[in-house]
């Protein structure tokens, strides 16, 4: 009897034990891999369309590099940002005091991509990472999760989703899917292309006469460290080198709120020789030599990489895409000890100018941000990594617009740029080669095609960011605003995929716009109002105007102006359709042209009165990443249908004038 009992605890126990080591199901209709600023607005977007949705993050943050240090927003043309996108830089605008805000503090992003995910109760899986993926033919039916700070310590999570996004910014999911992608440069044959591949060319450039060896003029010295030894390929020969990482460093002058910049872990000041040698040919001015030095809000900085020998870690990321997390551990610790080694060097090397010296340590790092990371950046900057080979590849023809897609689900506007690749000795000199910055065009559109995988690979799985583009044209596509007007429409694809059961590959572009554009901020709000002047419908315009095609000014792809000097009246007119008659907040977009009018007069017809405005050039801030702004002019009770119009004069104009867009924003009761 006593036999049977032990035999049945025996028993009771064994099974117990398998129990608790079957894997935890998790079920949702989306599962969004990647807690980046993508991840954040797609998983919101399906959660507010209905749908079950988890979010995954290995990390410990949530946007990625918008958190992490990438305050600088690049943006190329803010035409191209929309949706969700422009609602982020709105909440970073309502902190701040503005309509938007572009150039903002980490932690004031992070604060509000979290406040999405509270907001939508979503559900986010921290400190997990891709372990394994199961697919039944072309459809994804599980993937396994691990801890990623403990390996060993399985976490047992596994997911089950109908659709799957993959935003990171490494394609994880996508390569462990067995989607087609590639790492590095095309040659410039493959896609007819000029600017892809192999390319020496002059930005970001050490001079001439940098010598590369240990003892000057002595090849059998060696090389000093950061050079490579292979020869250079002919200019467009594709390659697997990767451009460079770094991280974009956040530092305060604020005495109160600093935090020294010590010493680093595996400091090794041999590192920093080729920035002795630069200096030796361009002698020391400011530390904005060698730093892209960028003032933030409330003291702070975000820096980037600048010239020959500077954030750059030029030629130590090529493993980074493909290699296993361990590796890429390495690889970035390996980064972080070089960055924090640059910043010390300035600041206490003996070599480097007093006043130098004494100018980097007015410098540290912020208390407020990265509280649990030491005060640095959670995020590496990964400009690129994996791209998917899909149905459709975004090349530099699309970038210029010799070709044209038809089903757009966002648009791009930014320079085709890419930081450097490699350093190398060139006819007995150092010289950086692969970076590019090239292309003053109006914003293009992204096509759906380019961000699902070709349909014999995986028919459940969308890449907003390690999207389907030439090496070239990721350059102008990679940046963190795109990034999330691509999250969100894909967001909307796995909708309709799901409500309409069928592959993402035959979701219609067509709905995805439409959705979009009927609800932008996916909360069924009131739509905003916004007329660019190339409207037609809406724009009337009077008198001899001038197409000025300067992109970097305009609000979309070009803007009106005027050089009479009001000597005969001229005059551009908005009609707004209003559908919900309501207050609105009025807003022109407005240009700083070199020799603009010192001010600018507006009429603004609500429907009975006529009320003029005048906006004076030298009370005009632009936010620093182009040259235009939207400007406030008041708010008006509008009545439904065409009946109130917005109308840009040159009266009393005493230089050039511009007309470009103007927004209706309903303000919310």
Not at 321 to 327: G, H, L, M, V
């Amino acid at each position: 009897m006593l036999k049977s009992f032990y035999l049945f605890l025996f028993a009771f126990v064994f099974v117990s034990s398998l129990s608790s080591q079957q894997k935890k199901i998790i079920k949702v209709d989306v599962c969004v891999y990647g807690g980046t600023s993508a991840g954040v607005i797609a998983a919101y977007t399906a959660k507010q369309m209905g749908k079950s949705v988890l979010l995954i993050e290995p990390g410990k943050h949530l946007g990625g590099m918008s958190s992490g240090g990438l305050g600088f927003t690049d943006i190329g043309n803010k035409y191209v940002v929309t949706g969700l996108a422009r609602d982020f830089y709105r909440r970073l605008g309502t902190h701040y005091g503005k309509l938007e805000q572009w150039i903002f503090e980490p932690h004031v992003a992070e604060n509000i991509f979290n406040n999405y995910i509270k907001s939508a109760k979503i559900d986010v899986l921290f400190s997990n990472r891709l372990s394994n993926v199961w697919k039944k033919g072309n459809n994804i039916k599980q993937i396994t999760l691990e801890n990623s700070n403990h390996p060993q310590k399985k976490t047992n999570n596994t997911v089950e989703a109908k659709v799957f996004i993959d935003c990171t910014y490494e394609g994880d999911l996508m390569a462990k899917s067995k989607v087609s992608y590639i790492v590095g440069r095309e040659n410039n044959s493959i896609y007819n292309e000029t600017f892809n591949g192999v390319q020496l060319l002059d930005r970001h450039q050490f001079p001439d006469g940098i010598d590369p060896y240990i003892e000057k003029g002595n090849p059998t010295s060696g090389l000093l460290w950061g050079i490579s030894e292979k020869p250079v390929l002919p200019n467009g020969s594709g390659d697997k080198k990767v451009q460079t990482y770094n991280f974009r460093i956040c530092l305060t002058n604020n005495k109160d709120n600093k935090q020294e910049i010590t010493k680093p872990n595996n400091y090794d000041p041999l590192k920093y020789e080729l920035l002795l040698r630069l200096k030796e040919k361009a002698p020391w001015e400011t530390l904005s030599d060698i730093f892209i030095w960028s003032k933030m809000p409330n003291f702070k900085t975000d820096i980037n990489n600048k010239g020959g020998f500077s954030t750059d870690m030029i030629g130590m990321n090529w493993k980074y895409p493909d290699a296993t997390y361990s590796e890429r551990a390495k690889i970035w610790k390996q980064h972080e000890d070089y960055t924090k080694g640059l910043l010390y060097f300035v600041g206490h090397d003996p070599r480097i100018p007093e006043k130098i010296r004494t100018e980097m340590l007015q410098w540290g790092y912020p208390k407020d941000e990265y509280a649990d990371n030491g005060h640095w950046s959670h995020q590496l900057y990964i400009r690129e990594a994996r791209r998917m080979i899909g149905e459709e590849v975004m090349t530099q023809q699309h970038c210029q617009g010799k070709i044209i897609i038809k089903d757009a689900i966002a648009w791009a506007a930014y320079t085709m740029d890419s930081h450097n690749c490699d350093r190398q000795v060139i006819n007995g000199v150092v010289k950086n080669e692969g970076n590019v910055e090239e292309g003053d065009f109006p914003p293009y559109p992204i096509s759906y095609k380019a961000i699902v995988p070709k349909r014999k690979e995986v028919n459940n799985l969308l890449v907003p960011v390690c999207l389907s583009a030439s090496h070239i044209a990721y350059g102008s596509i990679r940046m963190e605003p795109v990034f999330m007007v691509l999250a969100q429409s894909a967001a909307v694809a796995a909708c309709l995929s799901i409500d309409n059961n069928i592959i993402i590959q035959n979701v219609d572009a067509t709905s995805i716009q439409r959705i979009l554009k009927e609800n932008p901020l996916v909360d069924k709000s009131v739509c905003e109002i916004l007329i660019d002047n190339d409207n037609t419908e809406h724009v009337s315009i009077f008198g001899d105007w001038t197409l000025d095609h300067k992109t970097s000014s305009a609000y979309g792809a070009n803007f009106l102006i005027d050089n009479s000097k009001s000597k005969i009246s001229k005059s551009v007119k908005y009609t707004p359709e209003i559908e919900f008659a309501g207050k609105y907040s009025i807003y022109i977009y407005f240009q700083k042209l070199e020799n603009g009018s010192s001010q600018e007069i507006i009429n603004i017809f609500d429907g009975n009165t006529i009320i003029e405005k005048t906006i004076y050039q030298s009370d005009v801030v632009v936010d620093g990443q182009t040259s235009g702004e939207w400007v406030n002019i008041g708010q008006y009770n509008l009545g439904a249908g065409k009946n109130a119009y917005i109308e840009i004069t040159n009266k009393n104009a005493n230089n050039i004038i511009a007309a470009d867009a103007v927004l209706f924003l309903p303000i919310k009761k």
